[in-house]
């Protein structure tokens, strides 16, 4: 059974949440926990949480998020806190800053990468008191 919250919901870091398949979204998108991406997206996203972008998820835009974990497809700046995981239907194209890149055999990565952690931090706290976290 669906319980809805309403506004006076309080994010939950161990919360996750899921836009399907065929659901279109433009704009900027911020989250507490885990988002799982399966559709298209364009604009910007902003977490200390974890992005999971599924294989029929097409990503356009700016992403900034502690864990990024892609199947499908990005086109776009990243920037990962923590890590950035290409699995091997991942077809990345943009640059990704971020201390650990994982990129599974079969997967796509066309950019530049930036892997100095100290500057990650610092990046992401600035970001962070900006209000943009």
Excluded at 65 to 85: F, H, K, P, T
Aim: glycine share 14%; charged share 20%.
């Amino acid at each position: 059974m669906w319980r809805w919250k309403g506004n006076n919901a309080t994010p939950n870091s161990a919360s996750t949440s899921i836009v399907e398949q065929g659901c279109d979204l433009e704009g900027r998108v911020t989250f507490a926990g885990t988002l799982v991406l399966n559709g298209k997206f364009q604009g910007e996203i902003r977490s200390s949480g974890t992005l999971l972008i599924g294989e029929t998820a097409e990503v356009q835009g700016d992403v900034q998020v502690g864990v990024l974990i892609v199947s499908g497809q990005v086109s776009g700046s990243i920037i990962a806190n923590e890590r950035v995981e290409l699995k091997a239907t991942a077809r990345l194209s943009g640059d990704i800053a971020t201390p650990v890149l994982v990129l599974e055999e079969g997967g796509i990565f066309d950019g530049h990468c930036k892997m100095k952690a100290d500057e990650l931090r610092v990046a992401y706290k600035s970001s962070q008191e900006a209000g943009h976290g």
